[in-house]
């Protein structure tokens, strides 16, 4: 094994579930994902520590597995953040330029996002994870895809960032420095997930991802190739669970094996004669129909993509997601949810799988683990190893990425 730096650990710490997979940069510049690790989550809920010692012993246990299996302490990691630890704020910015300097270059984009972040005056408890644009407007035309080489004397921009509180920042940092560890990176997963899921010709015929996991659920879409939309809500598949336990009066464990096993978010697609076994009071099976666990289920999982949808109808758009909708996430996983996201969006449905990344095993390629895979090729991309390797040969990563994607496979297969 070589250097740490050659190492890469990321992380995303869900209420359910804490992941870290665990890659390593390879002689040739690419990266090889040497395991994936799971473990239920404690001391968190809904992106706040709640338990430090709990949350603590739950990491530890993660590093003594990783350490066990194959004998690697990390010293630092990537961090992704769920979508109920981050903030979506809008702003806008803008750049004149001379007459002699008049076609736009990334330096002025980059220079009109910096300005919509200074017109934010946003104070110093938050910090920026992420900013992208939205729309342009150049000399007064709005409805600018790529403003990129065209000539112009102004260029404004729409910029949606993606914030996070000091405080919160603050409380992580700590808690993986208790045990040595430094997080040097922090995303937002909602993002950093696309890296492992999405691609560049999805983005420009317009796509949605939606999240669903435990507390939270959130949604992202692209269009053109810009980033349209981002929001997330406090509802998840743990807010389905909790709602079986209550109206069957059952424990959360219990109630999540029926939903598990029996459930269907979406009515019409169950047998109604099919019936299921549940425990009564007195202990004595009862006989129950499937249905009835249905219609339990739908109502919740129907109020989930009906507020994203209100979010989303919220942004001015222009054009059809034509690519669609995907989703990810262990609340996804869920019969029936496909059904629900299309006939609340009127869009196809799809489950999401992350990319097929070289010395992944089969059982990862799951809508769950999309958030922590897509962390660690983030990390990865970030990585100086990386960036020198684009400079000197881009033709061996588009080799890498053509060989180890599913649409790849696919190629060599037929």
């Known amino acids: 094994m070589r250097n740490s730096n050659n190492k890469k650990v990321a992380i995303d710490i869900g209420s359910s579930f804490i992941r870290l997979a665990y ?16 473990k239920p989550s404690c001391g968190v ?6 338990d430090f010692d709990e949350a603590l012993k739950s990491i530890k246990s993660l590093f ?28 806008s910015g803008g750049v004149a330029k001379k007459y002699n300097e008049s076609i736009i270059n990334e330096k002025d984009i980059n220079a009109a996002i910096n ?92 796509v949605i991802v939606i999240d669903i996991g435990e507390k939270t659920s ?48 979406y009515p019409p697609s169950v047998n109604k004669d099919s019936m299921i076994t549940i425990k009564a009071e007195n202990d004595e099976d009862v006989r129950f129909p499937q249905s009835e666990l249905s219609s339990i289920i739908y109502p919740r999982m129907h109020e989930i993509f009906k ?29 029936g949810c496909q059904e629900v996201g299309k006939s609340v969006f009127s869009l196809p449905t799809r489950m999401g799988f992350p990319e097929a990344l070289p010395g992944l095993s089969r059982e990862y390629i799951n ?25 000197i040969n881009i033709s061996d990563e588009t080799e890498v990425k053509e060989s180890f994607s599913i649409k790849g496979l696919w190629k060599k297969l037929f």
Request: with cysteine; charged share 20%; hydrophobic share 35%.
């Open 307 to 335: 507020l994203l949808k209100n979010d989303f109808d919220k942004v001015p758009r222009y054009g059809v997601y034509s690519s669609g909708i995907i989703l990810i996430g262990g609340g996804s996983l869920l019969s």
């Open 115 to 206: 300005n919509a972040r200074i017109n934010l005056n946003m104070d110093s408890s938050k910090i920026v994870l992420h900013s992208f644009p939205v729309e342009y407007k150049v000399n007064g035309v709005d409805k600018i895809t790529n403003p990129m080489n065209m000539p112009a004397t102004s260029l404004e921009i729409s910029v949606v960032f993606l914030m996070c509180s000091n405080e919160r920042i603050a409380a992580f940092s700590r808690l993986f420095r208790g045990l040595g560890v430094k997080v040097e990176a922090f995303y937002a997963s909602q993002v950093v997930s696309l890296s492992s899921l999405i691609n560049k010709e999805e983005k420009n015929d317009g």
């Open 23 to 38: 890659g390593e940069i390879n002689d040739k510049g690419g990266l090889e994902v040497r395991g994936v690790i799971e």
């Open 367 to 391: 809508p769950k683990y999309v958030n922590v895979l897509g962390a660690l090729k983030q990390a990865y991309m970030d990585s100086p190893l990386y960036k020198g390797k684009k400079n």
């Open 218 to 265: 959130s949604l992202i879409s692209y269009l053109g190739g810009n980033l349209t939309s981002i929001t997330s809500i406090p509802f998840g598949g743990g807010t389905v669970t909790d709602d079986i336990a209550y109206i069957l009066q059952k424990n959360t464990a219990y109630s999540k094996k029926l939903k598990e096993e029996y459930g269907c978010a």
């Open 45 to 50: 809920s809904k992106g706040n520590i709640t």
């Open 64 to 91: 003594a597995e990783l350490k066990g299996a194959y004998g690697y302490s990390p010293t630092s990691v990537s961090l992704a953040l769920n979508s109920g630890m981050t903030e979506t704020v809008y702003g």
